[in-house]
């Protein structure tokens, strides 16, 4: 039989000049209804351990006095207060609904006390009821009350399931050890009371739980990993994208930049001097610009009058013979190529003596809009061309006197 200084207890405790007392244990009975004028916290702390051991101390109102959180400090109890005050008509009702026959023998301390302790029962009744209603067959009376305690205290119900099983396995032994000294025949007689048949029933119950939570906790990690994944996939996308759009940005400034420079280099190579010609000092030799190796292009530089007879070609592919012919037609001194140029354009203009010279071979400036070299730079260059043609036309002079010696 459990003693008075072991029963778990819930206590309602209403403050004041005159301060109401309602204990009940945790199966919701009344086991002291009183109130106190003029007692002190001790009186009521003596009044309240002779009954038993609190774990929950309940005020009516929202805010509990600080009368109600010490109480509840010495205690070592866990402390319930309502989510708003409680109104008279509804502690009234609360105490007429359980406690009818106790009503009219209540003071107003009283039953403002007993209507906080049957609020505070009533808030963990749910959960009481949903644990018991699987352990009760399997559990002893004070151990479904320790649950009830750790319920409010908010342990775990596998602690309070772990020690019971301890519990029944030391029990067992016991029992096993006096029947088997008994009487040997005894000993597998397994009554419905037997602490073995409970502590397997328990063991199995566990097992049983135990597996639905390995089960939930399998989907649950499952689940998070799928989220990881799409969260994952996600941010690797995000960042994919950032990559590709820094990248993108740079490309753009880096093309902004080019055609800034193009843009430069269009408005030097279009600006045209005014007034009287461009006279060069004696050691330079202006160049006209001819843009791209085309027939109109072409036919559009040979009909400016007062040009120079040096030739610069911006861009020389594309250009093809009969191009090159009529650039010929119009005796060039030279032509200085930027870009390259067909094979068959070449020869043409070598068929006319026309020297081609990249412009790599030179050092092309601009004065005041238009293209010049040094005079010295570029003959020693025109030079340099007509003895390699020379050399060339020696080789291909000599490979053929060979092969006519050997045919």
Not at 91 to 103: A, G, Q
């Amino acid at each position: 039989m459990e003693k008075a200084s072991d029963k778990r207890l819930i206590v309602g405790l209403d403050p004041g000049t005159t301060c109401g007392v309602a204990v009940i244990g945790l199966d919701m009975k009344p086991l002291l209804l009183t109130s106190f004028r003029g007692a002190n916290r001790d009186d009521i702390v003596r009044a309240v351990s002779g009954v038993g051991q609190p774990i929950l101390i309940a005020c009516d109102v929202a805010d509990p006095p600080g009368f109600v959180r010490k109480v509840a400090s010495l205690f070592d109890a866990s402390l319930f207060a309502p989510r708003r005050d409680m109104t008279s008509r509804e502690k009234r009702r609360i105490v007429e609904e359980y406690f009818p026959s106790l009503v009219k023998g209540l003071d107003a301390h009283t039953m403002d006390a007993l209507a906080a302790a049957l609020k505070a029962f009533l808030a963990y009744r749910n959960k009481f009821e949903s644990v018991e209603a699987r352990l009760r067959r399997l559990l002893r009376p004070e151990t479904l009350e320790e649950i009830r305690a750790g319920i409010i205290r908010g342990a775990r119900l596998s602690q309070v399931i772990s020690r019971e099983i301890m519990g029944l396995e030391e029990e067992a032994k016991e029992r096993i050890v006096k029947v088997y000294v008994q009487d040997k025949a005894r000993a597998a007689d397994q009554r419905p009371g037997d602490p073995r048949e409970r502590l397997i029933s328990l063991l199995r119950w566990e097992n049983e739980r135990l597996r639905a939570e390995l089960e939930k906790l399998k989907a649950e990690k499952d689940e998070l990993e799928r989220i990881l994944k799409r969260r994952t996939a996600e941010e690797y996308g995000e960042l994919r994208r950032d990559a590709a759009y820094r990248i993108r940005e740079k490309e753009i400034a880096d093309l902004r930049a080019r055609l800034r420079e193009a843009e430069r280099r269009i408005e030097e190579l279009s600006a045209k001097p005014s007034g009287e010609e461009l006279q060069m000092p004696g050691e330079l030799i202006a160049l006209r610009e001819i843009p791209s190796f085309t027939h109109e292009e072409v036919e559009k530089a040979l009909t400016e009058a007062g040009e120079s007879p040096y030739i610069i070609l911006l861009n020389a592919a594309g250009g093809g013979p009969s191009t090159a012919r009529r650039l010929a037609e119009a005796k060039p001194r030279v032509v200085v190529r930027c870009t390259e140029m067909s094979h068959q354009a070449e020869e043409v203009l070598a068929e006319y003596d026309i020297p081609v010279i990249p412009v790599s071979r030179l050092e092309v400036k601009y004065l005041r809009g238009k293209p010049v070299v040094e005079r010295r730079i570029l003959e020693e260059r025109i030079r340099e061309y007509r003895r390699r043609r020379i050399d060339s036309m020696m080789d291909e002079l000599l490979k053929s006197a060979g092969v006519n010696e050997t045919g």
